[in-house]
């Protein structure tokens, strides 16, 4: 177990998203909108989406194998499995036991985390407190949703936005002068009906009239989460940087959430950044939410372009009105091995 005050960093990640794509050309023969009109407002060209009988906890479960085989660490040495998603395969029991059976962690714990699409960000800050303080020495944080099962296939405004898709990162000690650096969560209660499922909760049952009503599909006012969205993800990023003593000069990537393009401009625009320095991958997933920024930071982490050392701000939002900022100094922990 380490020492109190340990570092805490990812030190191990997998991804995973089914193989059926959606594009853009496929939805127009389903809804009311165009190719052009989704890229223009989105960016959006093609989403995953799950194949039928297939489950959050089974997209999360294939994330977190690779993630595990990429930290190089066994099922048995995971001591936390934490599942951020909005979409849980039923209210009980929580995706992480699923997950925690499936995965073969006989001594892990395990828990769900609802906070929209930020609940990446939150769960990643849950696990570090875990390894900093010495009570665990590896936490498991996934984030995975099947969005398609929650959404109304009639309305355009929603349908063309989401899919599917896992993302998982192993939260392990880190030498010194890497990992977390700093975290920063918030919310705005008040914006709950700007993004929201009415029915299927404690305030709403369900019914025959819910159903029929069409009340437990996602809704979203579009132009007001927009205008959240930006200044969650550029505000709220300059303030965790001044609050680590930080600057953007120092930033070497973004990792936002993958909501839409125009968002990403936007928040890189109020933090200065050119886009060569923003991680994007919205126009091959759509809004995956919960799985958004670890796919992303995974596909970038592949590729090579994330570095030892270098700082990564990954900044999101979501249903709440939750926001969320992570500063991280890269750790390459796949240069033990190479």
Known sequence: MPESGTRAGIIGMGSYVPERVLTNRELEAMVNTTDQWIVERSGIRERRIAAPGQATSDLALEAARKALEDAGIGPEEVDLIIVATNTPDSLLPAVACI??????TPRAGAFDLLAGCTGFI?????????VRVGMYRHVLVVGAETLSRILDWEDRNTCVLFGDGAGAAVVGPVPEGYGLIHTKLGSDGSGGPLLYIPAGGSRIPPSRETVEGRLHFVRMNGREVFRFAVRACGDGSLE???EAGLSVDDVDFLVPHQANIRIIEAAARRLNLSMDRVLVNVDRYGNTSTASIPMALEEAVNQE???DGDNIVMAGFGAGLTWAVAIM???NYRKKSG
């Open 240 to 242: 965790a940087l001044e």
């Open 329 to 331: 100094r890269w750790y």
């Open 305 to 307: 372009r994330i570095r």
């Open 122 to 130: 939150y769960s990643l800050s849950v696990a570090a407190q875990f």
């Open 99 to 104: 997950v925690q059976d499936n995965l073969g």
